[in-house]
């Protein structure tokens, strides 16, 4: 402690005439990123950028990402597979280090981490941002051989899930019912089912209007629940059914041979395209470096994102507990950058900067019908809490609003267009 | 560049630092959460404006033009309204400095 503070001081003193070689032996860190969605890209990008003496490590398996966001337009057959895919190329001229490899296995006290390669990295400090996994088997009878046939689509990995899910919809007849099962909080990406409940109405609409969708949901209430429920009467009409988990729409079963969805008082739903969202956890690495809690989900300190469990790992995206922020890619983004400042403060000794985490989600209720909620959070000094700024962000306002929800359409095009070259360009 | 700035200060205390100091991390961070919607570095993209290199403090009115409802807007009252005066002087002075 006190060495931490007279070095702060000499540096302080001695303004950053004496301090250079101090520095650069400091900042030479080598920073080891595993993942490279929105958290861990933007860690990688936001590292290169303004840590240029760090030395920058990537560990993914795909050699591409493939977003989650987007892919409800690819369901709705409005956007391509290539649209949605982005390469690591970016990165790699930013001079980050891209490992093609499967992290397997963490040593936290020896800072060590082994791939599925046989490879073994030391780091000084981790960047984790491991996604999400499926909880298989949580409702019975789903597990990975069940999302062949009836898909998640909600991680992407190289696109398989999503273009199966398109396949499926495109080969439905005219009158079928694509039927939608919905996990209870929390879980990647809230407004997600929602947006893809629009989306898949969209591509019904126009090319199989006697077709219905049965959304069932372990919730009770959902994210923008009144914008979707008020854009789906207007754009269509009775095609869309909404189950709530009060009125029994809670899945528990699946039966993919019959392709039946079973739900908690024994109804069962046959449908002809099955969608299911099954409840989730962190990423399997983050539960098996003993990261997570009985949640499934990594405790962390809300200004670091340091895992509790852990010194020096730090986990952000879907797989931590993020208090009152959604799991989506924007708050991924966010705070990945603080995650990255955090860990550079942390190997001078410093605490971590000042923090405001910052999300916007749009979501597509037409294609040219877009909604959003707006969130600014802040932890509390300590990194036990974080809170939304008082009378701030919020829903995009309800009524009749033709031109606000055309122009949210056009900016949510801004968003994803933006966001991933910030993230690999 | 940032490290520049690892002198313990906050956010807030940066505004009247600001002329002579290259940014905190924290207002970096601040600022570049501008940048997912308006561009990297806040050079534009399609359907956001390109704010990169504009005035300091035509930014920040334009910004508390929006907190306070005077200026009508989709989306950026909403985000306004989560900064203070502070803030808001971190973050123009940021994004000022894009070229």
Redesign the interface.
């Known amino acids: 402690m006190s060495n931490n503070i007279s070095r702060r001081s000499l540096i302080a003193a001695t303004a950053l005439l004496a301090a250079p070689t101090t520095l650069r032996a400091q900042t030479s860190a080598r920073l080891l990123i595993i993942g490279g969605g929105f958290g861990g890209a933007s860690a990688a990008s936001f590292a290169r950028r303004h840590y240029p003496e760090a030395q920058v490590t990537l560990v993914e398996p795909n050699t591409q990402f493939v977003t989650c966001p987007y892919g409800n337009l690819l369901l709705a057959g409005e956007r391509q597979i290539s649209h949605i895919t982005h390469s690591y190329d970016g990165l790699r001229a930013r001079g980050v280090r891209i490992l093609h490899d499967r992290a397997i296995g963490i040593d936290a006290p020896a800072k060590r981490v082994r791939l599925q390669g046989g490879d073994t990295l030391t780091y000084d400090r981790l960047i984790l941002s491991p996604g999400i996994a499926m909880r298989w088997g949580a409702i019975e009878g789903y597990d990975q051989a069940a999302s062949e046939i009836m898909p998640h689509a909600w991680v992407p990995g190289d696109g398989t899930q999503t273009l199966l899910l398109r396949r499926q919809l495109e080969a439905m007849p005219d009158g079928g019912v694509v039927g939608i099962a919905i996990p209870a909080n929390p879980f990647r990406c809230p407004p997600g089912p929602y947006e893809r409940i629009s989306m898949i109405a969209h591509y019904l609409k126009k090319h199989k209007p006697r077709s219905k969708i049965l959304a069932l949901d372990a919730k009770e209430a959902f994210s923008k629940q009144g914008l979707f429920q008020d854009g789906w009467r207007a754009l269509y009409g009775e095609m869309i059914e909404w189950v709530p988990g009060n009125r029994d729409g809670k899945v528990v079963k699946v039966d993919p041979r019959e392709r039946v969805l079973e739900t908690e008082f024994g109804t069962r739903h046959k449908v002809d395209v099955a969608n299911v969202i099954p409840p989730q956890s962190a990423g399997t690495i983050a539960i098996e470096a003993g990261l997570a809690n009985d949640t499934g989900w990594v405790p962390v300190n809300t200004r670091s994102f340091e895992a509790r469990a852990a010194q020096g790992i730090h986990v952000i995206g879907d797989a931590n507990i993020p208090g009152p922020m959604p799991k989506s890619g924007y708050i991924a983004h966010s705070t990945a950058k603080q995650a990255v400042a955090s860990a550079m403060a942390g190997l001078r000794g410093e605490a971590p900067p000042e923090a405001l985490y910052f999300n916007t989600c749009y979501s597509h209720v037409g294609t040219d019908y877009g909604i959003s909620v707006v969130g600014i959070f802040r932890p509390n000094a300590d990194g036990t809490a974080i809170a939304e700024v008082p009378n701030s962000g919020g829903v995009s306002p309800r009524g009749d609003l033709p031109e606000q929800r055309r122009l949210e359409a056009i900016y949510a095009d801004t968003w994803y267009e933006a966001i991933t070259k910030s993230m690999f360009g | ?4 700035a ?3 200060l ?3 205390a940066l505004p009247g630092l600001a002329q002579a100091q290259a940014p ?3 207002a ?3 600022a ?2 501008c ?6 570095g806040g050079q534009g ?4 404006a390109a704010i990169a290199g504009r005035d300091k403090a035509e930014l920040a009115a334009t910004l508390i033009a929006f907190r306070s409802n005077e200026r009508p807007g ?2 950026m009252g ?2 306004a ?3 203070s005066d502070a ?1 808001i002087a971190a973050i123009a002075d940021f994004i000022a400095r894009q070229r």
């Open positions: 560049m940032l490290r520049l690892f002198l313990g906050s956010l807030c905190s991390p924290a970096a961070i601040a570049e959460a940048f997912g919607c308006h561009g990297p993209a399609t359907g956001g989709t989306i909403r985000i309204r989560g900064y803030e």
